[in-house]
């Protein structure tokens, strides 16, 4: 006889509890993107070398709408009802909706990428590996097991728990092709937002090494803030975990 799980609140606070089955936030997540090969000489150099860039994307990324995966179908039928058989994927695009800052960096950057791609004064295109550049999207969660010590110059120490990155998303060969139009009016001040949409090569996603968290309590490890370059400290273990991934 199988495994049987009749229905029981209980049971589900239980589930709910352990951490792991814990429903995720749809307002905790992190993006980079890259700078292409064409834009690294010409406009990439002052940005891909600087923290404007990537800090730019991240923390004025709006909202982010993670693509699809569907595969094509083709029907085929002997004798009875039709099978369909998988033979493909389809391609998909992402799509990023950006806060739109006063000195318009973001509307420029993808501007300036596009007309790279194929300009309006020309009919020429320019090569595809040189337009096209690398995306990842991180999904953050509450609560690591990671512990981040820091001292104010009054000695009082203070300890706040880390995030953790439970997913990851990496796109290949994106490309912006389109961006949405900017509408101002004389109507109550609001936020103005730009979406763009980005098609991609392929993508691959993958759970953070999730043997090496720990949803509880136990096992910490404690980072002090005051010596970040020495991580033999307080039993850090560079092959235990990535402090690129616990928001360090």
């Given at each position: 006889m199988g495994y049987r799980n009749p229905n029981s609140f209980v049971k589900f606070?239980?589930?709910?509890?352990?951490?792991?089955?814990?429903p995720a936030r749809s307002n905790l997540f992190g993006v980079e993107i890259g700078v292409p090969a064409a834009m690294v000489g010409k406009y990439g150099g002052e940005v891909s070398?600087?923290?404007e860039?990537?800090?730019?994307i991240n923390y004025l990324m709006d909202s982010v709408e993670i693509p699809p995966r569907r595969l094509k179908t083709q029907a085929y039928r002997t004798i009875g009802t039709p099978v369909e058989y998988a033979y493909g994927q389809q391609s998909q695009t992402v799509k990023f909706t950006f806060l739109l800052t006063k000195d318009l960096w973001h509307r420029q950057f993808i501007e300036r990428w596009m007309n790279i791609c194929s300009r309006d004064?020309?009919?020429?295109v320019t090569f595809y590996d040189e337009y096209v550049a690398n995306i990842m999207i991180t999904k953050w969660e509450?609560?690591?097991?990671?512990?981040?010590?820091?001292?104010?110059?009054?000695?009082?120490?203070?300890?706040?728990r880390q995030s953790r990155s439970t997913g990851v998303w990496q796109m290949y060969g994106c490309y912006p092709y389109?961006?949405?139009?900017?509408?101002?009016?004389?109507?109550?001040?609001?936020?103005?937002?730009?979406?763009?949409?980005?098609?991609?090569?392929r993508y691959r996603f993958d759970t953070i090494a999730m043997k090496t968290m720990s949803f509880?309590?136990?096992?910490?490890?404690?980072?002090?803030?005051?010596?970040?370059?020495?991580?033999?400290?307080?039993g850090w273990n560079t092959e235990q975990v990535d402090a690129s991934f616990f928001g360090v």
């Open positions: 606070q239980d589930v709910i509890a352990n951490g792991a089955k814990e070398r600087s923290r860039h990537y800090d730019s004064s020309e009919n020429r509450l609560g690591s097991n990671i512990i981040l010590r820091t001292t104010n110059r009054r000695g009082e120490e203070f300890r706040q389109d961006m949405s139009a900017i509408t101002m009016d004389n109507g109550p001040t609001q936020l103005i937002k730009m979406n763009v949409d980005f098609r991609f090569e509880g309590k136990d096992n910490d490890i404690i980072i002090d803030n005051n010596r970040r370059g020495d991580y033999s400290i307080a």
